[in-house]
C-alpha cells in the first residue's frame, strides 16, 4: 500500500504547491485597472482626432461633436467603481481551497479508482503451477453448478488443454455442446485434443471437426496443420501438401514455423514420389535507372549509411523488392528485379508498374526512422530503365 499513497500524497502536494503559488508569492506590482485602461484608450482615441483636425480631414464642427462624445463616454466608462482583485484573506482561501482538492481527490478515487487491488496486485507474485490448477479446479466447481452455460464450458476446456489436461478437455467440449459448432477455432481445438487422446488417429469425429472448422474458416491455421496431418497419417501426401502449402503461405517466410512446414512438406513430397516444389523463375524484368541527391542534403551523409530503393505494389505497404546497398558516390544506378523480391508470391515482373521511392537510413533498418533522407514516391512502369529519383527531403 505505501507503494502507492507515498506517490499520490507527494502528487497531491505538488498540486497544490502549483495551486496555491500565487497566495504564497503575491504579485509585486498592481495589475491596471478596467478605470486606467479605458482612461489610456480613450486618450489614444482623442490624440488621433486631434491629429486629424490638425491634418484637415476633420472640419471644426465634425472635430467639436466628435470630441465632445468622447469625452462623454469617457465620463461614464470611468465613472464605475474600480475592479482590481482585492485579496480579503489569504489564510481562508489558501485553507478552502486545500480542502475543497483533497474532498475531490478523495471522491474520484473512491468512484473510480481502487487502491488496495492495485496494491495487492503490486506486491502479487508470480502464480505457480498449483495455483493455476487450484484455479481451474475452483471454476470447475462452478461450471458443474451451471451445466447450461456453454461458453463457461468452453474457457473450461480450452484451460484443460493448455494445462495439458486432454481427457478432462475433451469432456468440457462435449458439455460446451453447441457454442463449439460455430467458433473455427474452437473446432480445431476440440480436434486436437480428440486426436491427442486416440494416439494421433484422426479417424471419426477429429477428422469430422476439422473439415467443419475449415468449411466456417478456410484460412484457420491450426485446422490447415491437423488437415495436412490427418492426410500425411493416411498417406494421402498430395492432399497433405496441398492443406500445408495453404498454411505456409499465410507464415513469415523467415519464422521458425514456417521452416517447420517447409520441412513437413519435402517430407511429404518425398514419400508420395511428388515432384519437388518448382523454384519461381527469376526474370530480368523489373525497373532500372539512377538515384541523386539535392546539393542542399549532400552534407548530411555519414561514412556507413545505408542506400535503399524500395518497390511496392501500389496501394500497398509490403514491398515486393527492395535493394540495399552501401552509399556511395552520386549518383548511383540501381535496378530491381525478381531476384530482390520479398516473397516468392508477390514478383516485381508480374505487375504493370510499381511505387518506388528511396531512403537514406542511418542504422539501417527497415521502418523508416525521424531524420532519414528520402525521395518522393513515384508511380513507375515495371520495364523502365531510366528512371529517376531525387533525394530532396528529411523525414520529420
Known amino acids: 500500500m505505501t507503494s502507492f499513497f507515498i506517490p499520490a500524497i507527494l502528487l497531491l502536494i505538488l498540486v497544490l504547491v502549483l495551486l496555491l503559488r500565487p497566495f ?5 506590482d498592481l495589475a491596471t485597472s ?5 482612461a489610456a484608450i ?13 491634418s484637415g480631414s476633420v472640419d471644426s464642427a465634425s472635430y467639436e461633436q466628435a470630441h465632445a462624445e468622447m469625452r462623454q463616454r469617457l465620463f461614464q466608462d470611468t465613472d464605475e467603481a474600480d475592479d482590481l482583485s482585492v485579496l480579503g484573506s489569504p489564510k481562508k482561501t489558501i485553507i478552502g481551497i486545500c480542502i475543497f482538492i483533497v474532498i475531490l481527490s478523495a471522491g474520484l478515487y473512491f468512484s473510480l479508482g481502487d487502491a488496495f487491488r492495485i496494491a495487492e496486485r503490486n506486491d502479487e507474485k508470480p502464480m505457480s503451477q498449483e495455483a493455476v490448477e487450484k484455479m481451474v479446479s475452483e471454476f470447475a466447481g462452478k461450471m458443474e453448478k451451471e451445466p447450461d452455460n456453454l461458453k463457461g464450458w468452453a474457457m473450461l476446456a480450452r484451460s484443460y488443454r493448455i494445462l495439458g489436461r486432454n481427457l478432462d478437455a475433451e469432456k468440457a467440449y462435449a458439455r460446451a455442446g ?11 481445438d476440440y480436434a486436437d485434443v480428440l486426436a491427442a487422446n486416440a494416439n494421433g488417429s484422426f479417424t471419426g469425429k477429429p477428422l469430422q471437426l476439422i473439415k467443419k472448422a475449415l468449411a466456417l474458416d478456410p484460412n484457420n491455421l491450426l485446422a490447415l496443420w491437423l488437415s495436412g496431418t490427418a492426410d500425411f497419417n493416411a ?3 498430395k492432399a497433405a501438401v496441398q492443406s500445408w502449402e495453404k498454411l505456409a503461405k499465410q507464415l513469415p517466410l523467415e519464422s521458425e514455423e514456417a521452416r517447420t512446414i517447409a520441412a513437413s512438406i519435402a517430407e511429404a513430397r518425398s514419400k508420395g514420389g511428388l515432384a519437388p516444389a518448382k523454384s519461381p523463375v527469376i526474370s530480368n524484368q523489373g525497373v532500372s535507372g539512377q538515384v541523386d541527391i539535392s546539393p542542399e542534403l549532400k552534407s548530411k551523409i555519414k561514412s556507413g549509411d545505408t542506400l535503399m530503393v524500395i518497390a511496392r505494389k501500389p496501394g500497398e ?10 552509399v556511395t558516390a552520386f549518383p548511383m544506378s540501381f535496378v530491381l528485379n525478381d531476384a530482390l523480391a520479398m516473397s516468392p508470391n508477390a514478383l516485381i515482373s508480374q505487375l504493370p508498374e510499381v511505387l518506388l521511392e528511396v531512403r537514406i537510413s542511418k542504422t539501417g533498418m527497415a521502418m523508416p526512422e ?3 533522407l528520402i525521395s518522393e514516391s513515384q508511380t513507375i512502369k515495371v520495364g523502365t530503365t531510366n528512371a529517376r529519383l531525387m533525394i530532396d527531403q528529411v523525414r520529420p
Open 24 to 28: 504564497f508569492f503575491p504579485a509585486r
Open 34 to 38: 478596467r478605470r486606467q485602461m479605458n
Open 42 to 54: 480613450y486618450q489614444e482615441e482623442l490624440d488621433k482626432l486631434e491629429a486629424d483636425r490638425l
Open 178 to 188: 453447441s457454442f463449439v459448432d460455430a467458433d473455427p477455432q474452437l473446432l480445431a
Open 235 to 237: 498417406q494421402n501426401y
Open 317 to 326: 505497404r509490403m514491398p515486393v523488392a527492395v535493394l540495399k546497398t552501401a
Open 370 to 372: 525521424a531524420g532519414d
